[in-house]
């Protein structure tokens, strides 16, 4: 499969069928606002799966994007990003936008700045081993999400020090792995929620 293919926009939102979705208000009075993304994801085959993914805020647009599971796994072809690959390359887009935006409201001169990042995670799941545990048992976590900013500047240290910080603090990505996020998942069997 071409590189191309495996994200592109598409002009139709995600459509859920479970749950309504909730359009952006917006509210210039607010402190900040609330918006919501949907993801909609059906298995193509084996361990390949298509989303579409869409923002709530006015002027973003909607995306097809496709994952699968590397070959070690024996559960995938590694013909696209694994959902981990996703989430952890998300979690820097994100912290980069926020240094974006805080770079430019600050007025800091800065020639360039990357992020190298790494999320541990830890699963239950052993590709390489024997035995494998039960599917109640196969329980993961990240352990730790370890981010270098790496800024090249003439500014002060701690104007940069400052920048990155308040950055870190506005990530959404880096606090949903900071903080406790309050989770619901259901199930549905044949139009019927059961859980």
């Not at 479970?18 to 210039?28: G, Q, T, W």
């Not at 959902?83 to 974006?100: K, N, Q, R």
């Not at 990042?117 to 352990?143: C, D, V």
């Not at 400052?162 to 199930?187: D, G, Q």
């Amino acid at each position: 499969m071409s590189v191309d293919l495996i994200v592109k926009k598409v002009e139709e939102d995600a459509q859920p069928t479970v749950y309504d979705v909730n359009p952006f208000v917006r509210d210039k009075n607010a402190e900040g606002m609330d918006f919501e993304i949907n993801v909609v994801a059906d298995v193509i085959q084996n361990f390949r799966k298509k989303a579409v993914v869409s923002n709530t805020l006015p002027g973003w647009g909607s995306f097809q994007m496709i994952t699968d599971e590397g070959k070690v796994t024996n559960l995938g072809d590694d013909t696209a990003p694994s959902p981990l690959h996703y989430f952890t390359v998300g979690s820097a887009f994100c912290l980069m936008s926020h240094l974006l935006v805080a770079m430019k409201t600050l007025k800091l001169d800065i020639k360039d700045m990357r992020i190298e990042m790494r999320i541990k995670y830890h699963t239950a799941f052993n590709a390489f081993g024997t035995k494998q545990a039960h599917p109640s048992e196969m329980l993961g976590w990240p352990t730790l999400q370890e981010t270098h900013v790496i800024i090249e500047s003439d500014e002060s240290e701690e104007d940069i020090a400052n920048m990155v910080k308040w950055s870190c603090n506005a990530c959404i990505a880096e606090a949903a792995l900071r903080n406790e996020t309050p989770v619901e998942s259901h199930a549905h069997l044949n139009g019927k929620q059961i859980s």
